[in-house]
């Protein structure tokens, strides 16, 4: 498995876990709130594992835009220096 | 051996195959109550888990929990506000698998529950020697019951902490619950001795409270949000000590983080692998707005 396939696997079972889902209903693309009924605490409960797995910072103001698998994964990898 | 009970946490039940559906009001004069808090009534989280808990055991006679698997509080519920429980309950080994919606009166979403409980009783903590683990450093806090006071709004009889030793705010800290025949949840002859779960967890979390907010800027009241993974190994007993061992993991917008574990003597009695809790001014909670919490 590719460090991209990996990195995105393990953040769509980050996702799946606090958004109480299997982590096959978690699309790429799917929107947190509209489709998966998330609210502002799930996001910061999602933010909080990935700091916390990754040992990386992300600021606060990167959460509006967390809203899918997708852009989570855009986002944790410039703060992690992922070059996947 | 049975377990006490904070409070009733139901009013009514029915029971069909394999759900339970029960109906509480909040009242500001139930046990307990009046500690929480004493300006404004908020039903406590962990009294939304007894509710679970009474329900199911309107449906299948008496249960512990062994195992919160996931609790989220979505919006709090005030003095006279009904909590609506609705529960599925599945037989899984020897235990039962729960899985509870909770909503207000209007149907709204207050909270979602899964946890595994256990029928049947439960061998007690021999009280070994006393831990000797943690021994003091130098910087680190002790703080007495007048000074958890000042820190948390919870007060008698939810005040569920006694002593904080070894605070290093914003980090971790080991604070002391010692449980009595004393407390409401002994009232009366209903039966159970072990203390229960909800009270541990509502203990726990003080403790996890006054960590963060020793070294947090933020002030109004702690609000427990959720809990992953909480299993509660040994009963605890009226004349045991409680030591809750703290880590504050993370603070994030303004959203707390804490782990740990509780022992009585050597005995571990419960492992927290998560909880979260935000704090809110009392007056987001009373107004419209506030009732959805964390939009």
């Known amino acids: 498995m590719s460090d991209h396939t990996e990195h995105l696997e393990e953040l769509r079972e980050i996702v799946a876990e606090v958004l109480e889902l299997e982590p096959e209903e978690v699309a790429d693309a799917g929107d947190f709130v509209d489709e998966y009924d998330a609210d502002s605490l799930r996001a910061i409960e999602i933010l909080a594992r990935i700091e916390k797995k990754y040992k990386v910072d992300i600021p606060q103001s990167e959460l509006n835009d967390m809203r899918s698998l997708k852009a989570v994964y855009t986002v944790v990898a410039r703060y992690a220096g992922w070059r996947d | 051996m049975s377990t006490a009970t904070p409070l009733r946490a139901i009013d009514s039940a029915e029971v069909s195959e394999g759900t339970v559906r029960a109906v509480k009001k909040v009242a500001a004069d139930d046990p307990y109550m009046p500690g929480h808090f004493p ?25 512990r929990l062994a195992r919160l698997r996931s609790a989220r509080f979505l919006a709090p519920l005030l003095a006279g506000d009904s909590l609506v429980v ?12 729960v899985r509870a919606r909770c909503a207000d009166g209007t149907g709204r979403t207050t909270a979602k529950v899964s946890a595994r409980y256990e029928q049947g009783s439960r061998a007690a903590t021999d009280v070994g020697a006393r831990l000797d683990r943690h021994r003091p450093r130098s910087g680190e806090l002790r703080l007495d019951h007048d000074a958890i006071r000042a820190v948390l709004p919870h007060r008698h009889p939810m005040i569920l902490l006694d002593r904080i030793e070894h605070a290093a705010p914003g980090e971790r800290l080991e604070a002391v619950k010692a449980v009595s025949g004393c407390e409401p949840c002994y009232q009366g002859d209903q039966p159970g001795s072990e203390y229960p779960a909800s009270l541990l967890l509502e203990s726990f979390g003080q403790a996890a409270a006054v960590l963060w907010l020793l070294g947090a800027t933020e002030s109004g009241l702690p609000m427990f949000t959720a809990a992953r993974d909480v299993v509660f190994e040994r009963p605890v007993l009226p004349g045991d000590v409680v030591r809750h061992l703290v880590r504050l993991d993370q603070v994030v917008d303004g959203a707390a983080f804490a782990s740990g574990e509780s022992f009585v003597g050597a005995d571990r009695v419960a492992v927290v692998t998560s909880m979260m809790a935000v704090v809110r001014p009392a007056l987001t909670l009373t107004n419209g707005n506030g009732r959805n919490h964390h939009e």
Request: proline share 5%.
């Open chain 2, 86 to 97: 609705e529960a599925a309950i599945e037989r899984a080994d020897d235990g039962l698998e």
């Open chain 2, 39 to 63: 300006e404004l009534t908020v039903y406590p989280g962990v009294f939304t888990l007894e509710s679970v808990q009474q329900a199911v055991a309107e449906a299948v006679g008496p249960v």
